[in-house]
């Protein structure tokens, strides 16, 4: 077996979204959509030499990969995302202790070219019920520092929303006239928050505000006078 690492193209994308398909089917997470949001996704991680998507591949099959973005620099630092997997098909074969030091030394790369006056931090997620996952992440540095919960409800048999506290009104959440007041909400309530990186403006815009997936239709605010308190933001 001879793993090869080469930059993903369009053509690529249709054996992309179906390894990310095989991968959702053993974490299921629920976050992988259509074709169109896959190559959506790489459109936005490729578009402005701050990203990358690399694949794995034993001949012609498409075995792995991992992506790489670098977020605008925010603040004092440089978030870069991390991504990636290994179809389940071929787990225990060493392919991920293949992508990962690559996936580290692109992240590097990116960061050297975009930003390298600013220290830098990479960001990756994980599952906590995944060992080998885990290990593998720690054997090269990292270190968990914030838990995301995945919850799940059916949209029947919803309970009652209580009454806002007085001087609060719940209102659609409108890009246009929300945009800004939700990246400055958004900042300040995870500013705190362990491993946060603040949002460009750039990016907000790119990754949140026009991605294809948001349901603005069933996202909302509250609001404060002219501030948004709180947000509920709806993909699908």
Not at 38 to 44: L, P, Y
Not at 196 to 217: F, G, M, N, P, T
Request: charged share 25%; proline share 6%; aromatic share 6%.
């Amino acid at each position: 077996m001879v793993i090869k690492l080469r930059d993903l193209s369009l053509d690529d994308i249709p054996a992309w979204h179906r390894l990310r398909a095989e991968i959702e089917e053993e974490v299921q997470t629920g976050e992988h959509g259509s074709v169109e949001e896959d190559a959506e996704e790489f459109a936005r991680t490729t578009a402005d030499g701050r990203g990358a998507v690399v694949g794995a591949f034993d001949g012609a099959e498409l075995v792995g990969y991992f992506s790489v973005n670098g977020q605008e620099p925010t603040g004092s630092i440089q978030s870069v995302q991390l991504n990636g997997g290994v179809t389940p098909r071929r787990h225990a074969e060493g392919i991920g202790s293949l992508l990962f030091p690559a996936m580290l030394r692109r992240g590097r790369e990116i960061h050297a070219e975009h930003a390298p006056d600013v220290p830098v931090r990479f960001d990756i997620t994980g599952n906590t019920d995944d060992t080998a996952q885990a290990a593998l992440f720690t054997a090269h540095g990292f270190l968990p520092q914030r838990w995301s919960v995945l919850m799940r409800h059916g949209l029947t048999d919803l309970p009652d929303m209580p009454p806002l506290p007085e001087g609060f009104t719940l209102a659609d959440a409108d890009p246009a006239r929300d945009a800004t007041q939700l990246l400055t909400a958004h900042n300040e309530a995870f500013k705190d928050q362990p491993g946060a990186a603040l949002w460009s403006a750039d990016d907000w815009q790119e990754i949140v505000v026009d991605k294809s997936q948001v349901r603005w239709d069933l996202s909302s605010v509250v609001t404060s006078g002219d501030e948004v308190a709180a947000y509920l933001h709806t993909e699908a």
